[in-house]
């Protein structure tokens, strides 16, 4: 604290990213990233990108880039925005299309970014409690409120609600935004970017920085009506003209264009879950069903922080969370074949 800070800084409670460790022999199952590296042709197109090219600015409205996500996934390119990573784009979805008198509802358990954004632009939110086995109940998202998000899958539990659910849900909700944050939609969701046409009310984020395997780019998207996007756009706008650079424009381009290397890495990691719940489950673990690329499991008789403890003892890291109802469970990210076999021997021993 600084008698130089703003009020406003002086409020903030920031979000706390997973670790980021600087040894390389770790095994890092904590923050969520592909083990598979991007699309060759990903590479391949930022490395053409890097040349004297760069002393220009890049273009503001990028695009090219829209054109590419609009093709995907059958829209118009006045229904996208891009941003730098999805958590930008949420950001000003927040200040944008979140910011009303009523406060905006999220689950208790969720991607924990959501109420620093309402901490930062003084949002107020109403936190809905998952079900017991950690479900989200849409019919409990229907009262007033200022607008909704959640993560489909939810995140950190892995659960995902099916689409009918979201349908139902933007039919009894049409009086303020309801955005789903799809950032792990690869690993075997609906997605409810097909909704948008239906509904004018409806944002969906995605983001190239799990399934694109594309973390260290900086590039997520929003899809929705053409007014929700221009909200977007002002916000934008009155922020920074350029937060997608000409290495990460030519990266993402390439990569959403390459849906067959998307699908393909996506298959192998939901292939690797499926053997890991299953091992996880012969050690007695207790995993919540996964569609996404981590799962949530709790052991019924060893403490989750001790074995978080254990596993980085044995250069192993995933991530624990100090929090009411999910204090015993671990989130861990699926790696590589080999990296989860190292995972199951190292808890053989620690349980
Ligand atoms: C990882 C994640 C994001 C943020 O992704 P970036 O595009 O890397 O900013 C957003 N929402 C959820 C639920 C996530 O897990």
Not at 63 to 76: E, F, M, N, P, R
Not at 84 to 101: T, Y
Not at 226 to 234: K, Q, S, T
Not at 306 to 327: C, N, Q, S
Request: hydrophobic residues 40%; contains cysteine; charged residues 20%.
């Amino acid at each position: 604290m600084s008698r130089f800070w703003s009020k406003t800084v002086k409020n903030l409670t920031p979000y706390v990213p997973g670790e980021q460790p600087k040894l390389s022999q770790l095994i890092k199952l904590n923050t969520n990233e592909s083990p598979y590296g991007p699309s060759p042709k990903a590479l391949a197109a930022i490395a053409s990108a890097n040349t004297d090219g760069l002393r220009l600015y890049p273009d503001p409205n990028s695009d090219s880039l829209k054109q590419a996500i609009a093709k995907v996934h059958g829209l118009k390119s006045d229904q996208v925005f891009v941003g730098n990573g999805s958590d930008e784009v949420l950001a000003h979805a927040f200040l944008g299309l979140l910011k009303h008198e009523e406060p905006i509802l999220f689950p208790d358990i969720t991607y924990s970014f959501y109420p620093v954004y309402c901490n930062l632009y003084d949002i107020s939110f109403k936190n809905i409690p998952l079900d017991e086995d950690f479900a989200i109940n849409t019919k409990d998202y229907i009262r007033k409120n200022g607008g909704i998000i959640f993560p489909n899958p939810n995140a950190p539990t892995g659960r995902a609600l099916p689409l009918s659910d979201i349908k139902a849900l933007l039919e009894s909700n049409t009086e303020s935004v309801v955005v789903i944050d799809e950032a792990y939609v690869d690993y075997g969701t609906e997605s409810a970017a097909t909704l948008v046409n239906q509904f004018p009310n409806l944002l969906v984020t995605h983001t190239l920085s799990k399934s694109y395997a594309l973390a260290g780019l900086r590039v997520g998207y929003a899809v929705g009506h053409p007014d929700l996007i221009e909200a977007l756009e002002r916000v934008k706008n009155s922020f920074n003209s350029y937060p997608i650079d000409k290495l990460a424009m030519a990266g993402a381009v390439a990569a959403i264009e390459d849906q067959e290397y998307l699908h393909s890495i996506s298959k192998a990691v939901i292939q690797t879950r499926e053997t890991l719940v299953k091992d996880l489950s012969q050690l007695g673990f207790e995993t919540i069903p996964s569609q996404a690329n981590f799962v949530f499991t709790k052991h019924p008789s060893k403490d989750a922080a001790a074995i978080a403890t254990a596993l980085r003892e044995k250069h192993i890291i995933v991530r624990h969370f100090k929090m009411a109802r999910i204090d015993q469970y671990l989130r861990i990210t699926i790696g590589t074949d080999e990296q989860c076999a190292s995972l199951v021997n190292a808890l053989k021993e620690i349980v």
